[in-house]
């Protein structure tokens, strides 16, 4: 199978999750995801709001466990032309959906992409040897590229692809996967 083929099989996969699935399997990989050595000794977060109606991974909890344990936490917001700005946002930041439904800071401190020492990923589907498929628009690819922060794709152990997904010379390989039920 293509890339498109791969991502809308496993987009539909990913839309026939339950609510209360998608919560609790969220909640079993954030458990996983703050017990990584590297998450412990990170002290800047990289982190982007997962889009429920997607039944992403929810990634809010991962989110208010960085904020009370003090870490900085950065989030993502997509500009023109595929690029995304990091933006270091608190507990008192302002959020807008964009046009995809992802919720975005308003404003704050804009970072360069080298700044967090981890990254959480959004994935579509992940393989054994760590390589994302994303949803194609290569904003993740460009911002790892120019990233030396340890790289962490979250998702369902549904969303595994057993064999090698295919690559192309510009997508990054992700440091560690996290699904609910191992870390690769």
């Not at 954030?30 to 800047?44: G, H, I, S, W, Y």
């Not at 909890?61 to 997509?78: A, N």
Request: aromatic residues 10%; glycine residues 6%.
């Amino acid at each position: 199978m293509d890339k498109a083929a791969l991502r809308n099989y496993f987009l539909e996969k990913r839309a026939a999750l339950t609510p209360q699935f998608v919560d609790e399997k969220s909640r079993e990989i954030v458990n996983r995801l703050v017990e990584l050595d590297a998450f412990k000794q990170a002290k800047v977060i990289h982190c982007y709001a997962s889009i429920h109606k997607n039944r992403e991974v929810d990634t809010s909890e991962f989110i208010s466990v960085c904020q009370r344990l003090g870490k900085t936490l950065i989030m993502p917001k997509v500009l023109p032309k595929g690029e995304m700005m990091h933006i270091e946002v608190n507990k008192d930041t302002a959020f807008k959906e964009n046009r995809w439904g992802v919720r975005e800071p308003v404003e704050g401190n804009i970072v360069e992409p080298d700044y967090p020492d981890f990254i959480v990923v959004p994935m579509v589907a992940g393989d054994r040897s760590r390589n994302r498929l994303g949803y194609g628009k290569g904003y993740y690819d460009r911002f790892l590229s120019r990233s030396k922060g340890v790289k962490v794709g979250i998702l369902f152990e549904c969303q595994m692809y057993d064999e090698l997904l295919p690559t192309e010379n510009f997508d990054v390989p992700l440091d560690i996967l996290v699904n609910e039920k191992e870390v690769i």
